[in-house]
């Protein structure tokens, strides 16, 4: 119930085009969704989050789709260019629960290259 | 301002042998996490701080691993007995913390950890 399954494990896109990666979760106390960004050797970064009170959320070429009902949300990036190369992780978390702690319950990450 | 910082970023150390990493977290951020992330097991949670107390250690793999966090601030993660499945990237992050509240988690670099 804990787990959130992410895919694909690898992506191959073009530049310019748009890369989707999807994740889906059992847990229906959780109320946190973010996704991260993870270069070689580096600490992951948060890209966007959403919570489940909003079906999207936009911040540049990053969109999160939520469908709060098939427990599935979706990392959408438009226009993929090569610098956007990385391991993406998707995570859940516990937030409105009284001695909720936040930890974020990750995916197991998708390796994007986007292709000059 | 400085993000979270981690020492060593690479530590490689021989079974049986006792380590410690450290963490030092964004200036004010009450809250501090412990993750690790290795091959097998992806990205996984240890240890939660709230200020100088640990309200979740749920996810320490055994008693070898412990954690304390002094003055609100820097966090020692210690391992003792290393054993070679220990051998993973050690992650720290750290928020402005608060329950019912989504407080983004900011990463460190991590420290490498190598049993040989």
């Known amino acids: 119930q804990q787990q959130v399954k992410q895919s694909p494990q690898s992506l191959i896109v073009q530049k310019g085009g748009i890369s989707i990666i999807n994740c889906a979760y059992e847990n229906t106390a959780f109320d946190y969704f973010p996704w991260y960004q993870q270069f070689p050797g580096k600490g992951p970064a948060l890209l966007i989050a959403?919570?489940?009170?909003?079906s999207e959320k936009k911040e540049g070429r990053f969109t999160i789709s939520f469908n709060k009902s098939a427990k599935q949300f979706s990392l959408h990036i438009m226009d993929s260019q090569p610098g956007d190369s990385a391991t993406y992780f998707c995570?859940?978390?516990?937030?409105?629960?009284?001695?909720?702690?936040?930890?974020?319950?990750f995916g197991t990450g998708t390796l994007l290259a986007v292709q000059p | 301002g400085a993000g979270v910082s981690q020492s060593p970023s690479n530590k490689v150390t021989e079974k049986g042998k006792d380590v410690e990493l450290r963490c030092d977290p964004i200036?004010?951020?009450?809250?501090l996490y412990w993750y690790r992330q290795s091959l097998g097991q992806g990205l996984e949670f240890l240890i939660y701080?709230?200020?100088?107390?640990?309200?979740?250690k749920s996810g320490l793999p055994s008693d070898r691993f412990s954690a304390e966090r002094t003055g609100g601030s820097v966090s020692t993660l210690t391992i003792q007995r290393t054993q070679q499945e220990d051998s993973a990237v050690y992650l720290c992050?750290?928020?402005?913390?608060?329950?019912?509240?989504?407080?983004?988690?900011?990463f460190g670099p991590g420290t490498r950890l190598t049993v040989t």
């Open positions: 959403i919570r489940p009170d909003v």
């Open positions: 992050a750290s928020s402005r913390g608060g329950t019912g509240v989504t407080h983004e988690q900011y």
């Open positions: 995570a859940a978390s516990i937030v409105n629960i009284g001695g909720a702690t936040n930890k974020l319950i």
């Open positions: 200036s004010g951020h009450t809250a």
């Open positions: 701080f709230q200020g100088n107390s640990a309200p979740d």
